[in-house]
């Protein structure tokens, strides 16, 4: 793991984003290693999908520090990444062709494609849909080609913004299958989501937010078992805020 | 969709473009177009000739306008001073009195204004004014124009400023015709887009035989000089040809409804 | 009334008899205004996609300065084509001005703003859905203009046909620039408007029923056309 190009560990200082005098991002720090599934939890505009998009670019953040292994934020590191946004945006053509275009917008060759491609449909097990109109699969199905497909791009770190937040079981579970096999081989896994029985069963580490702030950040096993801030407590048993 | 589109033109416009080589512009008037006096003359030329005349029909005004910037290769208009005043300032060359016809004053069978059967046809205006009976002008610098405005100005008439029962229509000989049939006004017309109109409903022909109501068409070619890229040999065949026997002879023998409507009275002088 | 039903009945002897000359007028108008529209889609589709992906300062301002266009009146239009194609005009050399040539390009100019600002209008929406997503994959708004036009493809039929409808339907451009000669630049407008000058209303009424029969020819192909492409293809 001495790739010179690569972009983990992450070390986020300071990171405040505001919209409109309206802090998003209020001064929030944290630290990720080079491996594992890591879930960000914190109720509904505690700031966990800006964090997100300005960790891959999307949002520029008004202050702080960002270094990918020491280095600012850019094009290389971009290229390492790959983002599952909660609503699937697939393009109108095929499963495969909605695959294709990404691997074609990095630039690939026309062969390394056709592996990634078929390696992936493979994988994720889009076999039988592969020549299907992408926009008419079912919600379920349309999470997992845009997880493919950000897989295909085969990235260091994946950002997932509460990928299963309108699935049902079944498609959950298979979506959850893909993210402890692509763990498995080796992806970092950075997770948003409000399901906390999800959490349970996917995190090794978490990170709770409240107000733009990282409130808490630890092993997951001991952040379930004992929540250290009342907030997070008060949010994993599922308590309705005073 | 759009590849298919382009494929689709191109394949129609392709036979649409051109046609024959040698063709010249002619500007001309609507009464000479409408009458049907072009559907009969224009293929005999080209048969004696193989030069194709492209007829593009518009008001006397509109017609001088377009051949000034160079737009035509010859002019086939009527109003002669103007006509004249446009050689004479060098945008034209070799005039040449063609055929006449006249005008006449129509309006509705009831002639409010009571002009029916006279020959004076500048009475008849100053009636038309006095009784405010509706006149319907064409308002649109043509030769028909120019010839209602002559009159209205030997009747001491300004009829732009006499009321609302003059309206000036700014339009062409049928659209104006097609006006005061709806309007049940009066109207001056030259006779051939008259006899040729088909929408007269009850509009009738109130006065005719004033020899101020004469009509001369004529011919000019666009300067070659001014304007080096018209077909001046094409335009000058075409004037020789229309002043000539075959011309002449083709004219006299134009008949709609039995009537002659253009009487050929060549004069290069 | 009575000529209503006596355009019916030469709206229908004209079709069923095949008139040599009305097939001609016919096929120029078709030719004239698809060269027109096809010209109008090449450039209006591009600047749609490029007004709604690419943002600039200025780029309200061209918006609604492109939704004014939309309401150019033909007649200017043929007057401004008529004094570039002039003899006297900057481009008087080229001898286009009465060809079938200087309708489409009058046309192409009347509709060009109409297709972009459709284009436009139908594309911002895709963008709004697809930008943030193709910003994660590396597409910049530059490169998501191809992509959002593809994407958009059976929506952009709609604004190509408002093209065509405001195209085959216009008379004041091609009169003008095309002086409405006969066998070289009458099109089914121009006929309408001749018949009618020449007071012979049934058949200008005639003609126009055959237009309308045309324009809905037209329309009801691309609509089949775009369904079954987008059975086809991937809606
Ligand atoms: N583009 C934007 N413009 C203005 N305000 C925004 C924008 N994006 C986010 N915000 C605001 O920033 C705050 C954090 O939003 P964010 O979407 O990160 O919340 P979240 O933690 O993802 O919430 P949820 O659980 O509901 O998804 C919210 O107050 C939100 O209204
Ligand atoms: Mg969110």
Not at chain 1, 19 to 48: C, H, I, M, Y
Not at chain 1, 223 to 241: I, K, N, Q
Request: hydrophobic share 50%; net charge positive; with cysteine.
């Amino acid at each position: 793991m001495t790739d010179p190009s690569a972009i983990l560990p992450l070390e986020v200082r300071g990171l405040a984003l505001a919209f409109g005098g309206r802090a998003a991002l209020a001064g929030l720090s944290f630290d990720l290693g080079r491996e594992g599934l890591t879930v960000v939890l914190g109720a509904n505009g505690a700031g966990k999908s800006v964090l997100l998009r300005v960790l891959h670019g999307l949002l520029r953040a008004d202050r702080g520090r960002i270094r990918w292994n020491g280095r600012p934020p850019g094009a290389a590191v971009w290229r390492r990444q790959a983002m599952v946004f909660q609503k699937p945006v697939l393009l109108r053509r095929s499963v495969a062709a909605n695959i294709d275009f990404a691997l074609a917008a990095r630039g690939l060759p026309r062969r390394a494609r056709r592996r990634r491609l078929e390696a992936v449909l493979e994988g994720c097990g889009l076999g039988p849909l592969a020549r299907r109109p992408a926009r008419r699969l079912s919600g379920g199905e349309q999470q997992r080609v845009a997880l493919a497909r950000a897989l295909a791009l085969e990235p260091e770190i994946l950002l997932l913004d509460e990928p299963t937040a309108s699935l049902d079981p079944a498609a959950t579970r298979a979506i959850e299958s893909l993210l402890r096999d692509s763990r498995a081989a080796g992806t970092r896994i950075l997770l948003v989501t409000h399901d906390v029985a999800q959490a349970r069963r996917l995190a090794e580490e978490v990170i709770f937010l409240e107000r733009g702030r990282v409130v808490e950040q630890g092993p997951a096993a001991a952040f379930f078992a004992a929540p250290r801030s009342a907030a997070a407590r008060a949010y994993v048993e599922g308590r309705l805020p005073p | 969709m759009i590849r298919l589109l382009v494929l689709l033109s191109l394949l129609l416009a392709a036979p649409a473009a051109g046609a024959a080589e040698d063709f010249i512009i002619l500007q001309s008037t609507t009464s000479t177009r409408n009458s049907g006096l072009f559907d009969h003359l224009l293929p005999k030329f080209t048969a004696a000739t193989g030069i194709e005349v492209r007829v593009v029909a518009v008001g006397t005004g509109q017609a001088l306008k377009n051949a000034r910037n160079g737009d035509g290769d010859a002019l086939l208009v009527h109003a002669m001073e103007r006509e004249l005043a446009f050689v004479a300032a060098g945008h034209g060359v070799l005039r040449c009195d063609v055929m006449y016809n006249d005008f006449v004053i129509v309006g509705p069978a009831g002639d409010p204004a009571g002009i029916a059967g006279g020959r004076d046809a500048v009475a008849a205006f100053a009636r038309i004014a006095a009784t405010a009976s509706p006149f319907v002008s064409r308002g649109d610098d043509s030769g028909t124009h120019t010839k209602e405005r002559a009159l209205w100005r030997l009747a001491g008439i300004d009829p732009t400023r006499a009321g609302r029962w003059y309206r000036e229509a700014g339009a062409g000989m049928g659209a104006t015709l097609n006006m005061a049939a709806a309007m049940e006004a009066y109207t001056l017309t030259d006779r051939a887009s008259w006899i040729a109109f088909a929408n007269k409903r009850d509009l009738q022909l109130l006065v005719e035989g004033d020899p101020r109501l004469f009509n001369q068409y004529g011919i000019i070619l666009v300067n070659p000089a001014r304007h080096p890229r018209v077909n001046f040999a094409a335009a000058k065949a075409f004037r020789d040809w229309l002043v000539g026997p075959e011309g002449q002879a083709a004219i006299a023998a134009f008949r709609v409804d039995g009537q002659q409507l253009f009487f050929p009275d060549a004069d290069c002088g | 009334m009575e000529d209503l039903g006596a355009a019916f009945a030469l709206a229908l002897d004209l079709v069923l008899g095949g008139d040599p000359e009305l097939v001609a007028i016919v096929g120029l108008s078709l030719a004239v205004s698809l060269s027109a529209v096809a010209i109008a889609c090449l450039l209006g589709m591009p600047l749609g996609a490029l007004l709604a992906s690419v943002p600039f300062p200025g780029r309200p301002a061209a918006v609604v300065l492109l939704d004014a266009l939309m309401g150019l009146p033909p007649v200017v239009v043929g007057l401004f084509v008529y004094i570039l194609l002039s003899g006297a005009g900057p481009l008087g050399a080229l001898r286009l001005l009465y060809t079938p040539q200087a309708m489409v390009l009058a046309q192409a100019i009347l509709v060009t703003p109409i297709v972009a600002a459709l284009s436009r209008e139908l594309l911002a929406g895709l963008q709004e859905e697809y930008a943030e997503q193709l910003r994660s994959l590396g597409i910049g708004p530059w490169r998501a203009i191809p992509t959002l036009l593809w994407e958009g493809r059976f929506g952009l039929a709609t604004a190509a046909l408002a093209g065509f409808g405001r195209a085959i339907a216009e008379v004041g451009a091609v009169m003008i620039v095309g002086g409405n000669i006969k066998g070289v630049t009458r099109v089914m407008t121009t006929a309408i408007a001749l018949e009618t000058s020449k007071g012979e209303i049934a058949l200008a009424l005639a003609l126009g029923l055959v237009l309308l029969a045309l324009a809905l020819l037209v329309t009801g192909s691309v609509a089949v056309l775009r369904g079954t492409a987008a059975r086809l293809a991937h809606d």
